[in-house]
Nanobody
Framework: VQLVESGGGSVQAGGSLRLSCSAS????????MGWFRQAPGKEREGVAT???????TYADSVKGRFTISRDNAKNTLYLQMNSLKPEDTAIYYC???????????????????WGRGTQVTVSS
């Protein structure tokens, strides 16, 4: 299984970016998909998750600004990021898991495969 992120880049505060993550090498739709991020000098944190039934979760820091969505037919995950802030600067990782029944709410234990990450830089 391979996860490939795209859509990162540099924007000014208040701008928007849309990240995409394409999952290949599997015929089975991931039960749980999510976005995580890691800022310099900080631990990786969950940003948003999406369960196959449509259940989604968001970190408090991005609620109301970020929207996670997925196209199950294409095994593709998206993250629409609006009103970006400098503190959103990080490497963003896509992750996927196939464990049926997983809570799928930001715990890395629910995710088996990870992408290599895409850099998002927000300047003030």
């Amino acid at each position: 299984v391979q996860l490939v992120e795209s859509g990162g880049g540099s924007v000014q505060a208040g701008g928007s970016l849309r990240l995409s993550c394409s999952a290949s090498g599997t015929a089975y739709r991931p039960y749980c998909m999510g976005w995580f991020r890691q800022a310099p000098g900080k631990e990786r944190e969950g940003v948003a998750t999406s369960k196959i039934d449509g259940y989604t979760t968001y970190a408090d820091s991005v609620k109301g600004r970020f929207t996670i969505s997925r196209d199950n037919a294409k095994n593709t995950l998206y993250l629409q990021m609006n009103s970006l802030k400098p503190e959103d600067t990080a490497i963003y990782y896509c992750a996927a898991g196939w464990r049926t029944g997983a809570y799928c709410a930001g715990s890395e234990a629910d995710f088996l495969y990870w992408g290599r990450g895409t850099q998002v830089t927000v300047s003030s």
